[in-house]
């Protein structure tokens, strides 16, 4: 079966500059949720879209954005990246209705250096 | 706000043995979804178990259990005949209501199993 897919898996990046993030969701999911994890941290919820619309929002920082484009594919854009946001960036989908599990992908490590 | 608190950051047992694990949460939510997710060293995310918090029967999945205290705001998770590949990272999560959900996770319990 089709899983979650995020591209790249690794990226490395200096301070101050800008990485994007790409995540597919499960086919005929309409929901997609990013998350960050720190080194020894859990998962922090940062942002959800629904049918291509902001529908949650976390603890992101002024700095990143994310958006759903047409095919239902969201992108998180990060922009001015510093030190602390070297993470795990997670991408889960998920259907909005009947069973709602949210299925993840295997996350793209950020590392800023 | 919901919480989801894990008290136990590392725990090891010997394979075979039974293991539990244990999670607490605060909400008021009336509705809502509680799970076990597995990170092993890989990162993935794997769900164990999931419970939804208007039955009242305990989740099974195999080797894998609950122990859902709705009044108590308690969900432990039981892991029988713990295998060797049953190391990893676990987190307990909660989602709210209906509907698709952020989930909100504990601070995450290292489970060891020991050859």
């Known amino acids: 079966a089709a899983g979650v897919i995020q591209s790249p898996r690794h990226l490395i990046k200096e301070k101050r500059e800008t990485a994007t993030l790409k995540c597919y969701p499960i086919p005929r999911h309409d929901t997609v949720y990013w998350y960050q994890q720190g080194p020894g941290q859990d998962p922090q919820f940062l942002i959800s879209f629904y049918e291509k619309m902001q529908s949650d929002k976390g603890s992101i920082p002024d700095r990143f954005s994310a958006q759903q484009f047409s095919d239902y594919h969201s992108e998180l854009n990060m922009s001015s990246l510093e030190l602390g946001d070297s993470a795990l960036y997670f991408c889960?989908?998920?259907?909005?209705?009947?069973?709602?599990?949210?299925?993840f992908g295997q996350g793209t490590r950020l590392t800023v250096v | 706000a919901q919480t989801v608190t894990q008290s136990q950051p590392e725990m090891s047992v010997q394979e075979a043995e039974t293991v539990t694990l244990s999670c607490t949460y605060d909400t008021s939510e009336s509705n809502y979804y509680l799970f076990w997710y597995k990170q092993p060293p890989s990162r993935q995310m794997i769900l164990v178990i999931r419970q939804e918090a208007y039955k009242q029967q305990n989740a099974t999945e195999n080797r894998f259990s609950v122990n859902f205290q709705k009044a108590a705001k308690s969900f432990s998770l039981k892991i029988s005949d713990s295998q060797l590949g049953d190391t990893a990272m676990y987190f307990c999560?909660?989602?709210?209501?209906?509907?698709?959900?952020?989930?909100?996770f504990g601070q995450g319990t290292r489970l060891t199993i020991n050859p």
């Open positions: 999560a909660f989602m709210k209501g209906w509907g698709a959900q952020k989930l909100v």
């Open positions: 889960a989908s998920s259907l909005s209705e009947g069973n709602t599990e949210a299925f």
